[in-house]
């Protein structure tokens, strides 16, 4: 089943009753049964929840998101009990040998940037470079084909748009790529909890200061289902409008999540892709398996569910 991403960016109540989400407003009461939900992204200091609420949501694995004044990101609150077995897989993440978290690191870089290339060849740029880059990944990425690889997409993917486009200054279009990797984030960590992983530990990045490491790692190669999301609002809107953040901007990003990509002929909604990806994960921790699945692009847009 598809979960819902519930928007809430006005003065809005939250309650609970009888396993439905009760949302009032100045203009109308609703409810949403709370296990349809997958992620809950709370954007104003005029947002009342109750506990039990929260409680709710932790129970059914529903990811809470924060933004702070600035309408960006800066909290989530996960469940820390998110599968029945979680013990024991803590144990096999922790126990994992060097060569297959290498091995693990080596296939995702692998996959983001196959799924790089993909984005340049549907916007109509060079691909060659990246599909040439693939096949010189090596256990660990020993030789930094993650980073020569950005180098060459970065200076492509928004080529039509902006000239002199850098990660590295602020404002448009980065602010709505931040925005749009921030919720792939929360929706990465809730499928690791739900798969009973650690969050924390990862299998490349190691930040002491980071509690998301894996997840960091897990959602690199949908970050490009962002990349290509940002593209389409390119088309659509100047950059000015970008630094309104208005509302069907956001929900263009929300629904990034949504979107639907492939394993193979095999079509799946992002957000329940990446539950497939974090099951293959833990397998690969359990010795079941030795290859996570990783999906690939094929950009078909959906519409978040709003409120």
């Not at 196959?114 to 040439?132: E, F, H, M, W």
């Not at 690199?220 to 088309?235: G, N, S, T």
């Not at 069907?248 to 329940?272: G, N, T």
Request: glycine share 4%; with cysteine.
């Amino acid at each position: 089943m598809i979960k819902q991403t519930l928007y809430f960016g006005n003065q809005t109540y939250l309650s609970t009753k009888n396993e439905q989400l009760i949302i009032k407003t100045a203009e109308k009461e609703i409810s949403r049964p709370i296990e349809d939900i997958g992620v809950v992204v709370l954007d104003s200091p005029q947002i009342t929840i109750t506990q039990y609420t929260i409680t709710k949501f932790l129970e059914n694995n529903v990811a809470v998101i924060s933004c702070n004044e600035k309408h960006m990101p800066i909290g989530m609150l996960l469940n820390l009990d998110g599968n029945t077995l979680q013990s024991q897989k803590f144990k096999e993440q922790i126990s994992a040998s060097e060569a297959l978290k290498k091995n693990l690191w080596q296939q995702t870089i692998k996959a983001k940037i196959q799924n790089q290339a993909s984005v340049l060849r549907i916007t109509g740029k060079d691909s060659k470079r990246l599909n040439y880059l693939t096949k010189k990944v090596k256990p660990g990425d020993v030789e930094n084909c993650e980073a020569q690889a950005a180098n060459w997409y970065w200076d492509l993917v928004f080529y039509d748009y902006m000239k002199d486009f850098s990660r590295n200054f602020a404002g448009a279009p980065n602010n709505i790529l931040n925005y749009g990797y921030a919720i792939l984030r929360a929706a990465t960590a809730r499928a690791l909890t739900a798969s009973g992983l650690l969050p924390t530990l990862g299998i490349f990045h190691r930040n002491q200061y980071n509690a998301y490491c894996l997840a960091d790692d897990i959602m690199e190669p949908y970050r490009p289902f962002v990349d290509l999301a940002v593209i389409e609002l390119m088309r659509k809107y100047p950059l000015e409008d970008f630094q309104e953040f208005n509302k069907d901007i956001k929900q263009a990003m929300l629904s990034v999540i949504q979107c639907d990509c492939f394993f193979k002929q095999e079509k799946s909604p992002l957000f329940v892709a990446l539950t497939r990806t974090t099951a293959s994960l833990s397998s690969c921790f359990e010795g079941k398996k030795r290859k996570i699945l990783y999906p690939e692009i094929k950009y078909e847009h959906k519409r978040v569910k709003s409120v």
